[in-house]
């Protein structure tokens, strides 16, 4: 044997794995298909790298849902939010919490969280091979892998898949992970975009690219039925909306897989619908007229969004608003529908929704059922969670989970 650990992908799991078999003496060699590491861990969190968020593991695996909650609990629970600040802080990277309890490093770069890692792989001497796109991966009968790349050929005693999921393929991740696993005997569950914006019938919105609703909530709602409801501003697009209760929105659709859905924004939630037509009747204008300056205090929204807000979705003009129309008005920014066309594409999701199936690795250990010596971690398997730093949590902790099982 070449190795006694193959680790295939330089993401943010593969990187993880990387250091923490390093650590625990494991002889290991890290291969990654581009010309550098990391490539997606640099554009998270707007190019901050949102690293976690510091809440307790039981309300992050609620968070997470079923059946992501139930396979992850083992890896959570032993490195969770705290265990992960830590992990940083041990290495000489300072970590920031912001009142909505995301974290980041306190530089705000991503660019210092690949450099933390790339940093420790140097120091504990671990090998890194670039530009080493792997073609396949074969189980020895002898024991152990024999890991085939275009210009070279290893042999180890387990091997490590953590090439991520399919979405940004420009940063490596191109499903080649989810190919080996099919070819080793797993299932892998279809891809579907997570954690993406939408397309909407409301096309008026399109004028209003960069506008938000901030705190808003969304509700998603099948027919008469509600499904979940997601908060947080809603964003505005030129295709569409997004913002991170829109985006929670679709992972929530893709995982379920919802059929004829529509959402109702509630654009003022902290207020009751009788609190906020008192709130718009208060200070009336001219004679009997809700003054604009109250509306966009109430809302949020700008001049030009309100125009159009009332325009379309109350159908008339905000000067035409008498205190008999409070009530409907009221109703309506509470109750906003809109109409998604459908999700952006994959291409364009921050995590893929499907993987390989969890039914065929023990959360114990990542480990393959069917293939012993095999390992997974990451977003190459049927894994996703919300925005806000869970992604990251999720990978960095099934590849501990991974090593530490070795």
């Known amino acids: 044997m070449n190795t006694d650990f193959l680790i295939i992908g330089a993401g943010a799991s593969g990187l993880m794995a990387a250091v923490a078999a390093a ?19 640099l554009m998270c969190g707007n190019n901050r790298c949102n690293i976690t968020s510091a809440i307790p593991v039981s309300d992050m695996l609620n968070d997470f849902g079923e059946p992501v909650a139930s396979f992850l609990r083992p890896s959570l629970q032993v490195f969770g939010p705290k265990e992960l600040i830590a992990w940083f802080r041990k290495r000489q990277l300072p970590t920031v919490t912001h009142k909505d309890n995301r974290v980041f490093p306190a530089s705000e770069k991503a660019a210092d ?15 890194v091979v ?22 070279l050929c290893l042999e180890s005693r387990c091997v490590l898949i953590a ?6 393929p420009k940063t490596g991740s191109v499903g080649d992970g989810q190919k080996f696993a099919t070819a080793l005997g797993h299932k892998v569950m279809p891809y579907r975009p997570g954690l993406v914006g939408f397309e909407v019938r409301e096309t008026w919105l399109n004028r209003h690219a960069d506008a938000a609703f901030p705190g808003a909530e969304v509700r998603i709602v099948c027919g008469d039925r509600e499904e979940a409801r997601t908060f947080g501003e809603v964003l505005v697009t030129k295709w569409g909306v997004s913002g991170p209760s829109i985006v929670n929105a679709s992972r929530i659709i893709a995982r379920r897989n919802l059929r004829g859905y529509h959402f109702v924004v509630d654009v003022c939630p902290a207020l009751t619908e009788a ?13 009997g007229r809700v003054k604009i300056r109250t509306l966009l205090e109430v809302t949020g929204m700008t001049p030009s969004v309100m125009n159009d807000f009332v325009r379309h ?24 529908e809109l109409h998604p066309t459908g999700p952006r594409p994959l291409k364009e999701a921050m995590v ?14 990542m480990e393959s059922r069917h293939v012993p010596g095999l390992y997974f971690a990451g977003e190459v398997l049927d894994i996703d969670g919300p925005t806000g730093g869970y992604n990251l949590q ?9 090593v530490h099982s070795l």
């Open 23 to 41: 650590e625990k003496n494991c002889r290991a060699v890290l291969l990654e298909r581009r010309h550098q590491p990391g490539r997606k861990l």
């Open 113 to 127: 969280v690949l450099h933390c890692f790339t940093d420790q792989l140097r120091r504990v001497q671990a090998p």
């Open 130 to 151: 670039y530009n080493c796109a792997v073609t396949g991966i074969q189980k020895l009968t002898s024991g152990g892998f024999r890991v085939v790349a275009d210009n």
């Open 163 to 168: 090439t991520g999921g399919v979405s940004y």
């Open 275 to 287: 609190a906020l037509e008192q709130r718009l009747g208060e200070r009336m204008g001219g004679p």
């Open 313 to 336: 979705v109350f159908k008339c003009s905000p000067e035409q608003i008498t205190r008999a129309g409070l009530p409907a008005l009221a109703h309506a920014l509470k109750h906003w």
């Open 352 to 365: 893929t929704v499907g993987g390989v199936s969890l039914d065929a690795v023990n959360p114990e250990s």
């Open 394 to 402: 999720a990978a960095f902790a099934t590849a501990q989970r991974a």
